[in-house]
């Protein structure tokens, strides 16, 4: 389907969206201006001191000036984003939508609204995981009493082995949920041909049973929910007919690396106050991440349908982060997208170790960078617009990164003077004292802000085991992030290179389960990172710059011993010890909800002979035969 093909649907006559064109809309434009000029000005502060207290004399320092002030500016807008989620937090339900104080507040589930399914799409994933998991959620909605929603599992699996075990799985379950009525209906059915991977297995699934069901919940294959979570996301979407799709916040849980522990108290301490601002200024306009969230099927089949993009890969073809795109065509028709950043009972699994993270990352940046073919598109929100091109942004900067600190480092081997390279921090006047005091606050501010949110509350402090432990795990937190910034920044400034020179990166499975790195594979897949670093070592010895050599140093170390890095980090017996010091704590630690126990007690049980042999693909079990 051609994106121009895609109708124009009006938005229902009660959307909120619809009154916003009219002149409702001031508090919300309000809202985004609050976020837009400061970002501006303090950009653009940064921009003019940097000016008056290093000029630009020849070619050097100009590009040095140039890429200081973008990278620089980026940050600010960063900072901005955790100042305003701090301020919205204090303002309270003053600055939280109708949709937000509703799913805080208790009542019975609507009857005669429609259907849901709750799907889970799935390619060559761990079969006994996936089952493992909709086990608890089987359970935890025959808890809640809820008969309206029932589970897929919708396979795109191509190996016959894999496809083998997931049969037998489904058979596996199919056999306990017999046992109790009170569970919901489980199906599976795996694709003979996966066209448009993902978003195509969605979009068959709409096809073929979106006239049995109103509503679906996306799960991805190491997605986690509860019963009530998923019971109250019907309630709000069938209690607002103005909402084509509520997103929840799924956070990372589960595993035991030391990497993945640090990840997620990273997550779980940083990511409120930027959520906090997202939902502050998008209102209605959100974005979809893709999973863990629930979306009015009727809104999503007409709206949400995509478009084989121009020219060749990378940049053309499928797309390949599609979810963006697809809650952004769904606000164009006059959908709601809302975001529930409080909302709690979802989880998602993370990648365990370094090495996986930035495969991760590579398809990401891809994924992202692709987008730049979705922007022209006519009739895209501003807000939606936005999303998009901080996906790309976010990627784009990196390259900026890596060309300030060579560009920086080259001037200051030259002239004698870090300048620039160090924010001003070494510089003389008022110009450069005030560049550093700003540049040093842009830096700092999303870390400290997110300590001081919270630190300000018992129940926060409690949920990360305490202030003392909070504080330590903060620290040890920075200390890591130390190392890792320079490995994933020139890791995915190259990702970003080779997107642009043409590189496809190929969309595989991820890795889930804790996984440590040998000393073969981490030297193998950074080596490049240690060539750089060694690179970088010889170049400031050769400079003879004592300061020079001393503020890069951290930078060229943490490259150098990159793969130590991945091997350390990948091992589950330090992540255990950390956690049993009292360690890098999270609420799913201090207060860990039953499911994600069920989970870990379902898992740690043997599932007993598989089947490897392969067999023909599944089709849908006709419904006379369902359980």
């Known amino acids: 389907m051609s994106h121009s093909a ?21 508090a919300l434009v309000g809202r985004r201006l609050a976020l837009a000029v400061p970002s501006l000005a303090t950009a653009a502060a940064i921009a003019w001191l940097a000016s008056h207290a290093y000029p630009a004399v020849d070619a050097l320092s100009t590009a040095v000036l140039v890429t200081f002030s973008l990278v620089l500016g980026w940050q600010a807008f960063t900072a901005w984003q955790y100042l305003y989620g701090f301020l919205a937090g204090l303002f309270g339900d003053r600055t939280i939508s109708a949709l937000e104080r509703a799913a805080e507040a208790a009542g019975p589930l609507p009857q005669g609204a429609g259907r849901t399914a709750a799907i889970v799409a799935i390619h060559a994933e761990d079969a006994v995981a996936v089952f493992a998991r909709l086990r608890v959620m089987a359970r935890s909605l025959a808890r809640e009493g809820t008969a309206d929603i029932d589970i897929f599992v919708l396979s795109d699996t191509r190996d016959g082995a894999i496809a083998a075990v997931e049969e037998h799985e489904f058979a596996r379950i199919q056999a306990w949920a017999a046992a109790d009525p009170a569970l919901p209906r489980i199906r599976y059915r795996r694709r003979r041909e996966n066209v448009g991977r993902k978003a195509g297995n969605v979009a068959e699934f709409c ?80 974005s979809y991440w893709g999973h863990n969230a629930i979306l009015r099927i009727e809104a999503f089949a007409a709206h949400a349908g995509l478009p084989v993009l121009p020219g060749r890969a990378p940049l053309g073809g499928e797309i390949l982060c599609h979810d963006i795109v697809e809650g952004a065509l769904m ?16 989880w998602e699994e993370m990648p365990t170790n370094l090495i996986d993270l930035l495969g991760r990352e590579r398809r990401w940046c891809q994924g992202n960078l692709q987008h730049l073919r979705v922007l022209p598109w006519k009739g895209l929100r501003g807000a939606s617009r936005w999303h998009i091109v901080v996906g790309i942004l976010s990627y784009g900067v990196l390259p900026l990164w890596i060309a300030f600190l060579g560009l920086g480092a080259w001037q200051a ?26 540049a040093v606050g842009v830096l700092a501010a999303p870390k400290l802000l997110s300590l001081v949110h919270v630190l300000g509350s018992r129940e926060r402090r409690a949920a990360f085991g305490g202030t003392g432990r909070l504080l330590a795990s903060a620290a040890l937190e920075q200390a890591v992030w130390v190392f890792l910034w320079p490995v994933m920044t020139l890791f995915t400034a190259g990702a970003v290179c080779a997107t642009f020179l043409g590189k496809v990166v190929r969309w595989e499975t991820q890795a889930r389960d804790d996984r440590q790195v040998s000393w ?85 049980i043997p599932a007993g002979p598989t089947r490897t042999t392969a067999r023909e693909p599944a089709v849908w079990i006709p419904a006379a035969d369902e359980v």
Do not use: K
């Not at 606000?331 to 979802?346: C, K, N, S, Y």
């Not at 992540?575 to 360690?583: D, P, S, W």
């Open 331 to 346: 606000v164009r028709a006059g959908w709601e997208v809302r975001l529930l950043p409080d909302f709690g009972g979802t």
């Open 207 to 286: 096809a073929s049973h979106g006239h049995d069901y109103a509503f679906m919940i996306v799960l991805d294959a190491d997605s986690l929910m509860t019963g009530a979570a998923m019971t109250r996301l019907v309630r709000l979407i069938q209690a607002s007919p103005q909402v084509g799709l509520i997103q929840t916040v799924s956070y990372a849980a589960g595993r035991d690396t030391l990497f993945a522990r640090v990840q997620q108290f990273a997550v779980r301490l940083y990511a409120p106050l930027a959520l906090r601002c997202l939902e502050t200024w998008q209102g209605p306009e959100g």
């Open 413 to 438: 081997a030259r002239s004698g003077d870090l300048g620039l390279l160090a924010y001003g921090l070494g510089g003389a006047g008022p110009a450069a004292h005030a560049l550093a005091a700003l």
């Open 6 to 26: 895609l109708p124009d649907r009006d938005p229902p006559a009660t959307s909120p969206l619809r009154e916003a064109w009219h002149g409702a809309p001031r």
């Open 520 to 604: 073969a594979e981490a030297f193998r897949l950074q080596v490049d990172a240690v060539v750089v670093g060694a690179t970088m070592l010889l170049g400031l010895a050769w400079a003879g710059n004592l300061w020079l050599g001393l503020w890069l140093a951290p930078v060229a170390l943490a490259l150098l011993t990159s793969p130590a890095q991945s091997v350390w980090t990948s091992r589950s017996d330090l992540g255990r010890a950390a956690r049993a010091r009292g360690l890098f704590l999270t609420a799913d630690d201090t207060a860990q909800a039953p499911e994600l126990a069920e989970l870990v007690q379902i898992r740690g």
